[in-house]
């Protein structure tokens, strides 16, 4: 019988993981949230595909080399200026400065992070970018260095798949949500349960494929939490990605029949939304 997994050998793996990226020089682009262990490929597109690209316009390279998501939460939150964004997993920064940008000058960022060399990077970029209404801290997501009741929205981008206690992430969210604010994110999950093998893994969990939950536990788990009104897109990647992540991979990630077409559908990114009661 397998091992369940252990969360602060979790947290380790990922920890270590995104420090790896922090710490690399130059910043690996061609990183990201995907079904393959992408940062050991430069032929897999980098995460910066899921943004539009004027956004990105005058951002350092430091700050979009260091983009690790699989989404735009940004995009999908639809900020107003003077809100307080919550940025769950902020690493080197971009949504929370792409964040800053829509809120302005009367507004607040504020991006939490559980590795010091992502928030050593995100720092060094605050300075050179003169973000003031940027705040970075250090925490870990189920406990958050954050007020009850003093965000307007909160964004992540392929971060709450990477904890091993979900449940207790969205709790904190809608304690530190104000009555009436939105839950905002991009994540990795699943069509249907993945197979012990890789929930096992600790590579496969900080690659962000171990950690994926099936889309309906997933919007459960944010509904139990006491959000409403919760809904999500889908958007799937690639054959030849999913099939250059099965190849890459090997025994990590492994299926047992490539004909089936719904291969193509079992690892996806999901854009997902929700609010806490007004």
């Known amino acids: 019988m397998t091992e369940p997994m252990n969360a602060s050998d979790i947290r380790s793996a990922v920890r270590e993981r995104y420090g790896r990226y922090a710490e690399s020089e130059p910043a690996r682009s061609s990183c990201g949230c995907g079904p393959s262990d992408c940062c050991e490929s430069e032929s897999v597109e980098s995460s910066i595909q899921w943004y539009d690209e004027a956004s990105l316009v005058d951002l350092p390279e430091d700050v979009t080399g260091l983009s690790l998501g699989c989404g735009d939460p940004v995009t999908l939150a639809e900020l107003q ?114 197979p012990e093998y890789i929930k096992t893994n600790l590579s496969a969990w900080a690659g962000c494929v171990a950690g994926a939950l099936d889309i309906h536990d997933y919007i459960a788990a944010i509904e139990a939490a006491g959000f409403v009104n919760v809904n999500y897109t889908a958007e799937y990647f690639p054959a030849e990605m999913v099939d250059q992540a099965v190849e890459e991979l ?29």
């Not at 003031?132 to 958050?144: A, K, M, Y």
């Not at 964004?155 to 904190?172: A, H």
């Not at 029949?257 to 996806?268: K, V």
């Open 81 to 194: 200026p003077g809100q307080t964004v919550l940025d769950l997993g902020s690493g080197g920064g971009i949504d929370c400065f792409l964040a800053a940008r829509k809120v302005g000058p009367t507004g607040y960022v504020i991006g939490v992070d559980m590795t010091p060399a992502m928030l050593e990077k995100a720092r060094a970029n605050q300075g050179k970018m003169s973000a003031e209404n940027v705040d970075f801290r250090l925490g870990e997501i189920e406990h958050l260095p954050v007020a009850d009741a003093s965000v307007d929205v909160i964004i992540s981008n392929c971060v709450i798949n990477l904890s091993p206690d979900k449940p207790q992430v969205f709790r904190e969210a809608y304690r530190v949500l104000k009555p009436g604010g939105r839950l905002a994110v991009s994540d990795m999950v699943t069509d249907g349960p993945l």
């Open 250 to 278: 090997g025994e990590t990630i492994r299926f047992e029949d490539r004909t089936d077409p719904s291969i193509y559908r079992a690892l996806f990114s999901a854009r997902i939304s929700g609010y806490k009661p007004g």
